[in-house]
């Protein structure tokens, strides 16, 4: 068998797979987490935990596993000293503090549109907050390549991870280019993504019931081996992972330009949308008297509602880039009830990934559906109905866990890429439904019209908003 471990933003999923059974088991972090920033040592539990509960729950045996893959969220950051001790928290992708970094990047290198998420902010942000942390000695690593090193004692980063960095050369391999933002030493070794870099054999693998020996393959971001476990290894396929937020991942041959996925030769383009699933967990809080699954039962999603929703509850990433965004109704009215506004979220981030779906420079095939926000058939059938495209939402939810564990196979040689997309299998297919297309196409261009007109109110109620909370 073959594990993955995939570090999300509120959990860590382990899973086991063979060509003919898959365990898997989860380890939450506690109720009061803040979203923003983790504490190393608490996800370090998260997956001593969730292995601990694989190995106790399932018929799966530590001796079983014969290589470990990785994956985890991103861009977030964790500073580890030379002796292995995490630093500083560990900062999440939904952090925000690096905004005025990012304005200071956008206008210093050429092309660089990344907002105050990225992971190039952040490490810009801690140059000039906290310089005493870059020491000798001292490496900024992605949550993923952390654990790696507890388990195996490599200190890395993946190269498909590294190509999404605007200080990283991939010709010249090397990290010489982030050398007048901070010192370039505080950048890890770059390892191919697909290949074995070390084995178990700490003390943290030990604790966590793993058995000396095991090769370790290091993956990549959740959504590019989330990619490679739910049929994103072809050209023309987009995979739509959607769970707190969104990230679609289309696959390409590798070009220099887009990023490196986590298989040789090939290429990913991802726009990552920030508050997807994020948007129905907020309507849930506002209605907790409401069952909003029984709710969904009640929606035609063949008739779109006349209710505008921008999903910007966290600011949004692709394709505006704006941190100072925020969520917008537009066309509430006294009748304006759950119904409504559970059908006009759904909706609006519909719209949202279909315009980043156009918007791709490659062709696009079909989408791929996997991740908790896209368990909802409701959900897919918007999906497809605002984009004109068959939506399929695969058997295997866990795409990046799953994906992790095929990536392990393949990295050590025992699987082939035919192999793994003979596991790949489709639950449920979306096909678009035209009976009210004129009226999704009308409300889609409302909706894509209606940022360009709040942009410069949107700058406007940022100052403001900062002048009340001082």
Known sequence: MFLGIDLGSSSVKVMAVSKHERYKYKGVYPENTSPYEHDAQMVEQAVRGALEGLFANTPVKPEDIEAIGLDGHGPSIVFMDGEGTALTPIITWQDRRAMEESQMLRERIPGFAKDGTSYEAKLCWFHAHHPEIFRPGVEAFYPKDYILFRLC???MMDSSTASTIAFYDRAEKSWAPCAPFFPPEVMPQVFPSWEKVGETGTAFSRACGLPDGVPIVPGGIDAFCEAVGSGGVREGIVVDGSGTS???TLCM?????????????LALETPMLSSTGASYRWLCGLFPQVDMNALQDEVDPSVPVNLIYLPYLSGERTP????????VFLGLRPNTGPKQLLQAVMQGVAFAIAQNLDLMS????KVRAVGGANSSPLWLQIKANAAGLSYEQMEENDGAAFGSALLAAYGTGAY???DVEALLRVRRTAEPDDSHREEYCALRKVYEGLYPKLKDLYCDMYRLREALDQ
């Open 153 to 155: 004692g490599v200190r």
């Open 246 to 248: 969104t990230c679609l």
């Open 253 to 265: 041959k590798q070009d220099g330009v887009h990023s490196e996925h986590v298989l040789p030769g």
């Open 320 to 327: 505006i880039n704006d941190d100072r965004a925020t969520g």
């Open 362 to 365: 490659g062709r696009v095939e």
């Open 416 to 418: 082939t890429m035919d």
